[in-house]
């Protein structure tokens, strides 16, 4: 089945630790994009990806990092800049050739709590 | 400022009552609006683009309409499979293809 893949589900972070999650996508879409979801609060952008080895900060870059160099995997790097890293985060990936109004699809998210 | 602002927070409905949610934007150049459901735990599902005002689109018991400040999501005769939070998000004239999202409104539907 095509679809968005993120991983690990849940992740744990030391302090001053970085971590990276994992997102892929077998549906063949040039644009991917990373979100941050906290309690009560829509969806924040953090960084996006319209084809590969290009990518733009959202409103939120301040302490994550992204790479784009393959088509269907966009990882995110949280580092030990970002201060309150504690939240939900979704990948969602969205198809440029259709035209610029094509919803993006989402995975199912990766909770990321501080020990 | 570009805003999208959703209401209710929360709604609880008995089965079989129906009801809408509300999504209103202050933006300029509205080029898309979407809704989403997105289960607890779950990234959320796409339901709906609509352009235009005066545009309704249907899917089961969920009709979603526009107008030039706000979207209702109607829900007819909910079960308590359509408990879920529903979110909608707006692409504007000037942001490409990113999208600003409203709080999201947690729908409870009682048996």
Known sequence: ?115 | EDQVTQSPEALRLQEGESSSLNCSYTVSGLRGLFWYRQDPGKGPEFLFTLYSAGEEKEKERLKATLTKKESFLHITAPKPEDSATYLCAVRMETSGSRLTFGEGTQLTVNP
């Open chain 1, 1 to 115: 089945d095509g679809g968005i893949t993120q991983s690990p589900k849940y992740l744990f972070r030391k302090e001053g630790q970085n971590v990276t999650l994992s997102c892929e996508q077998n549906l063949n879409h040039d644009a991917m994009y990373w979100y941050r979801q906290d309690p009560g609060q829509g969806l924040r952008l953090i960084y996006y990806s319209q084809i590969v080895n290009d990518f733009q900060k959202g409103d939120i870059a301040e302490g994550y990092s992204v790479s784009r160099e393959k088509k269907e995997s966009f990882p995110l790097t949280v580092t030990s800049a970002q201060k309150n890293p504690t939240a939900f985060y979704l990948c969602a990936s969205r198809d440029r050739v259709l035209g610029s109004n094509q919803p993006q699809h989402f995975g199912d998210g990766t909770r990321l709590s501080i020990l």
